[in-house]
């Protein structure tokens, strides 16, 4: 379930792909019919557990046909959701009959859950209603393998079905992971022979702008050209970290190779896009150890504040989303994972001012926006070739 391509924006992961806006309409008016049954008199022969496993299915197989019906894969894709919809209302029909679901309940769920993560695995990218329906799909396999309805549960099933869900739920998550940022690497734009943010599909815990779809004019290269230049020749002081620390950069527990040096009194000091005064260092400690001056990152004081784009399709900012910050110490502790939680110990942040990287590195192969991590490595690994 999960879908092919994205908008502009947040990534998929964490929204409601806009083509499962039929989905999850279907899904809402089908939760609503089993309102009425379960309150009806029909239900009053069923056991709890019976009802929930029925909403479960029911609720699946919901889901399913407004995507054979509204999603953008087309074709043999649609097909199979159509089916996969067909077994999933079979089986709910069986559970509120009183019937035994047994290994075609079991099979239909697992092959559900399994084409998923391979979907995601192959570069869908996933959003929150599939992983909501595999959630749910889960949980329904485990109470149709944990017994046959009716019968007493044995201990070994038992421990096997509880090893079996923890798989399934990690496996799901996983999948959905690779599956996000895979969608985001295979649609990464090119615009106007710079690799910038920006593309059909956001990677996770970024916000990509509108990216204009045009080449950068005569003017637009000129300023940045000489933003770089002013840049370069105000801030080679801090190739030296004592400096940088001696206006304020916390540099302290560098490392790595995109090591972001903060400086809080230049964040809200009414001096936006300044090439003299960056809200960030961004330093790459090479491979002897010594630590390299690579760029600065830029921010906007205020968040939903546009940033000034004085090179047009060069100068593209973007923002963070669902992010994890950590209080103690005070730091980024990751991505909110695709169900929503945090590492422990940190709190989630719905989203980020905007921002952009500046690189001041010689041959940098542009001047703002993603550098790739190869090319830093080469870049190291040649300047510590050349002493």
């Known amino acids: 379930m999960a879908h092919a391509q994205g908008a502009v924006g947040g990534s998929p992961l964490y929204r409601l792909a806009p083509d499962h806006a039929a989905a999850a309409i279907l899904l809402l008016l089908v939760a609503l019919l089993v309102v009425r049954l379960v309150r009806g008199p029909g239900a009053r022969s069923r056991s709890p557990l019976e009802l929930l496993l029925f909403t479960l299915v029911a609720g699946s197989a919901a889901v399913h046909a407004g995507l054979a019906v509204g999603d953008d894969h087309g074709g043999a894709a649609n097909a199979l959701f159509a089916l996969d919809a067909l077994l999933l209302a079979l089986v709910a029909r069986r559970v509120w009959r009183g019937e035994p679901v047994g290994r075609l309940g079991a099979a239909v769920l697992l092959g559900s859950i399994v084409a998923y993560c391979a979907s995601a695995l192959r570069g869908d990218a996933p959003d929150q209603l599939g992983l909501l329906t595999k959630t749910a799909e889960i949980l329904a396999l485990a109470i149709v393998a944990q017994r046959p309805l009716g019968a007493a549960p044995r201990r070994l099933r038992s421990a096997a079905v509880g090893a079996a869900v923890v798989l ?204 790739d991590e190869a090319w830093k490595r080469a870049y190291l690994a040649k300047l510590v070739a050349a002493d």
């Not at 593309?199 to 005569?218: I, K, Q």
């Not at 760029?295 to 784009?309: C, V």
């Not at 100068?315 to 103690?328: D, G």
């Open 168 to 371: 399934l739920v990690v496996g799901t998550a996983a999948s959905a992971w690779i599956g996000a940022f895979r969608a985001s690497a295979a649609t990464h734009d090119e615009v106007a022979g710079h690799h910038v943010h920006g593309g059909a599909v956001a990677p996770p815990g970024t916000v990509l702008p509108v990216v204009p779809e045009r080449d950068a004019t005569a003017g637009e290269r000129q300023a940045v050209t000489q933003f770089v230049l002013t840049a370069r020749a105000a801030l080679a002081r801090y190739a030296d970290p004592a400096v940088a620390a001696a206006d304020g950069y916390r540099v302290d527990g560098m490392r790595g190779i995109d090591f972001h040096a903060p400086n809080p009194s230049y964040e809200k000091d009414g001096r936006v896009f300044d090439p003299e005064r960056p809200e960030t260092l961004v330093y790459a400690l090479a491979p002897d150890g010594r630590p390299v001056l690579m760029g600065a990152l830029f921010q906007m004081p205020e968040l939903g504040q546009a940033g000034p784009t004085i090179g047009g399709p060069l100068t593209v900012w973007h923002a963070h989303e669902q992010v994890c910050f950590s209080l103690v110490p005070p730091a980024l502790a990751g991505l909110v994972s695709p169900f929503g939680m945090c590492p422990l110990g940190s709190i989630a942040l719905p989203r980020s001012g905007e921002m952009i990287h500046l690189w001041l590195v010689p041959g940098a192969p542009v001047p703002f926006g993603d550098l």
